[in-house]
């Protein structure tokens, strides 16, 4: 009698967990590992940043950021990407967290070890030099960028509605997918210049490490959007 008793008790919650599960998975995003070992970046970014970096704070935005779905269940069941573009209905949660997991991942992805990132493709450069004049231009105006945002935020290049290559950069965890920025447009690299991704190696020496990351840049990686951007 009591087995019986506890068999339906394990089955009614077997079934209820069942019911529930996929709602529950459905609102969740989740951290991915980094593509490589927390020290692969070293010396151009130290280990521990990126163990802090990824671990605490990429963590924490997406903890929040499915705080905030499972907080305004309207916005369960839809891809980050769709929550952005209409970010400003969303809130600031959603805008600030899922600004900060879409923008990390897409920052993890675009890097490599020092010297592994190759050149840009024939595409990319023509399109580079079309737009900019040259490599070192567009890289003196991405160092700008990053340099004059005041405070947190990021640097982009993206390809514009019109097809251009342009250097923007957005305030703290904004990005150019979203419908609150002044210029929207398909991302093709970012880099990160708030004080956390950069002050345990070089404190307030924002300018070191614009001009170092250059060396863990993979241009493999930002010639491949570039290609799917402009198709
Ligand atoms: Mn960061």
Redesign the pocket.
Known sequence: MILTRILALLLALSSFSMLSIPTAQAQNFSLAPLPYPHDALAPVIDERTMQI?HGK??QAYVDNLNRAIAASPALAGQSLEALLAQVSKAGDAVRNNGG?HW??TF?WESMTRPGQGGAPSAALLAAINRDFGSLDQFKTAFRTAGLGRFGSGWSWLIVTPEGKLKVISTANQDNPLMDVVAERGTPLLGN?V?E??YYLQYQNRRADYLDAWWQVLDWSVVSRRHAAAVK
Do not use: I, L, P, T
């Open positions: 970096h704070h990429h900060g923008n990390h920052f990160d708030w956390h991704a």
